[in-house]
T-cell receptor, first 115, second 117 residues
Framework: AQSVTQLDSQVPVFEEAPVELRCNYS??????LFWYVQYPNQGLQLLLK??????LVKGINGFEAEFNKSQTSFHLRKPSVHISDTAEYFC?????????????FGKGTMLLVSP | GAVVSQHPSWVICKSGTSVKIECRSL??????MFWYRQFPKQSLMLMAT?????????EQGVEKDKFLINHASLTLSTLTVTSAHPEDSSFYIC?????????????FGPGTRLTVL
């Protein structure tokens, strides 16, 4: 069975500082990995995804993530955050056992950007 | 990207009543729709997967008779919470994709906040 661990429930940072949100997954088969952002009382928006190929994936709003198979990680990074990046971020995995048809989400990390 | 809408965006109801939530894919045909539930400050939990024209597949622990799902057309799925109780209060999010099997991106609706008094 697939599972996702987001170790940090909350990450406070100052504006223009770099940030890394951590995500580790557990799966015995090949995986697809995703990062979503959720603003208050809204649905999820896809930031980026890894399906295959290059392990460094670039997404929207200046975010990127790196797939590390040996460490089963898919950490999200941004070199300089803005106030508007304040939101909840979810890492998700989909694997071959489900035919890549379902998503399993981590518990989320709240990114709090202060001026 | 593709757009998924939900209606209503929020609803308040009395305990014991039933509530219907609609999920529509506005610019694509969704062969598969998913329903998630999200408690405050928690992750999304998949409740069920519905394919157009067939019965929904419910995740373990989700009561089929309480959460009725209908996917009658390629652009509409409905979730009916029957005999709602305060513990059913939650944020319900649907998603839709346009291909069965393999990978195809899920597009998420904006969610429906259900409060049962």
């Amino acid at each position: 069975a697939q599972s996702v661990t987001q170790l940090d429930s909350q990450v406070p940072v100052f504006e223009e500082a770099p940030v890394e949100l951590r995500c580790n997954y557990s799966s015995s088969v090949s995986v697809y990995l995703f990062w979503y952002v959720q603003y208050p009382n809204q649905g999820l928006q896809l930031l980026l995804k890894y399906l295959s190929g290059s392990t460094l994936v670039k997404g929207i709003n200046g975010f990127e993530a790196e797939f590390n198979k040996s460490q089963t990680s898919f950490h999200l990074r941004k070199p300089s955050v803005h106030i508007s990046d304040t939101a909840e971020y979810f890492c998700a995995v989909s694997d071959r056992s489900s035919g890549y048809s379902t998503l399993t989400f981590g518990k989320g990390t709240m990114l709090l950007v202060s001026p | 990207g593709a757009v998924v809408s939900q209606h209503p965006s929020w609803v308040i109801c009395k305990s014991g009543t039933s509530v219907k939530i609609e999920c529509r894919s506005l610019d694509f045909q969704a062969t598969t729709m998913f329903w998630y539930r999200q408690f405050p400050k928690q992750s999304l939990m998949l409740m069920a997967t519905s394919n157009e024209g067939s019965k929904a597949t419910y995740e373990q622990g989700v009561e089929k008779d309480k959460f009725l799902i209908n996917h009658a057309s390629l652009t509409l799925s409905t979730l009916t919470v029957t005999s709602a109780h305060p513990e059913d209060s939650s944020f319900y999010i649907c998603s839709a994709r346009d291909k069965q099997g393999g990978y195809n991106e899920q597009f998420f609706g904006p969610g429906t906040r259900l409060t049962v008094l």
